[in-house]
């Protein structure tokens, strides 16, 4: 039980490049997130899903898009990279409802754009 | 939603108790106390939740005053493997979209000397 996995761990990307964050759960969880975090800072959430086919926007999601074909798998697209996206991006998921609201997170992609 | 307030950071002396505090005067009767903590270099773990009574669980104990405009973490021994930032959340229960997604505010830094 591998629980999140991202990919890279690290990356480094010119100003207009584009490049795609993975992320995958191996955990059936229905909800998945995207956060970013910057120095010194909490986690912002970015972009997440309640499911298969169904995304949402969160806190900060410009300049990035998402999709959810799968149960399993979040990516995270950056379409034009700027140095404002420099950061750490992480990924999480948890199980529907009720009060237990634990999330599972992965252990961080670090992005600097330059 | 419910703000929380915490300190910037706290300092402890591994194996004694320390109490990690936390403010949220505008909690609403159906929000629910969480806290995750977040190592070095690492995703957010997490710690405990609770709504009115107090909670132990292996990690740790959740304390919540009787008018629950505040709540304390208690960590009974700490050891250095402790060092981390740990964030107080509120969050409603999960009726499905966005009432499970966490707000992250810059947490408080707990240090640990040996």
């Known amino acids: 039980n591998a629980g999140v996995t991202q990919t890279p761990k690290f990356r480094i990307l010119k100003i207009g490049q584009s490049m795609t964050l993975q992320c995958t759960q191996d955990?059936?969880?229905?909800?998945m997130y995207w956060y970013r975090q910057d120095p010194g800072m909490g986690l912002k959430l970015i972009y997440y899903?309640?499911?298969?086919?169904?995304?949402d926007k969160g806190e900060v999601p410009n300049g990035y898009n998402v999709s959810r074909s799968t149960t399993e798998d979040f990516p995270l697209r950056l379409e034009l990279a700027a140095p404002s996206q420099t950061s750490v991006y992480f990924c999480a998921s948890r199980q529907t409802g009720g009060e237990y609201n634990e999330q599972f997170f992965g252990p961080g992609t670090r992005l600097t754009v330059l | 939603d419910a703000k929380t307030t915490q300190p910037n950071s706290m300092e402890s002396n591994e194996e004694e108790p320390v109490h990690l505090p936390c403010n949220h005067s505008t909690i609403s009767g159906t929000d629910y106390i969480h806290w995750y903590r977040q190592l070095p270099s690492q995703g957010p773990e997490y710690v405990i939740h609770g709504l009115t009574s107090n909670v132990n669980n292996r990690m740790a104990s959740l304390a919540i005053a009787e008018d629950r405009k505040s709540s304390t973490l208690i960590l009974h021994r700490a050891t250095l493997r402790d060092a981390a930032v740990y964030y107080c959340?509120?969050?409603?229960?999960?009726?499905?979209?966005?009432?499970?997604?966490?707000?992250f505010g810059k947490g408080t830094k707990l240090s640990v000397k040996p």
């Open positions: 955990m059936n969880h229905n909800y």
């Open positions: 959340i509120l969050r409603d229960v999960d009726y499905g979209g966005s009432q499970g997604n966490l707000i």
């Open positions: 899903s309640v499911g298969a086919g169904i995304t």
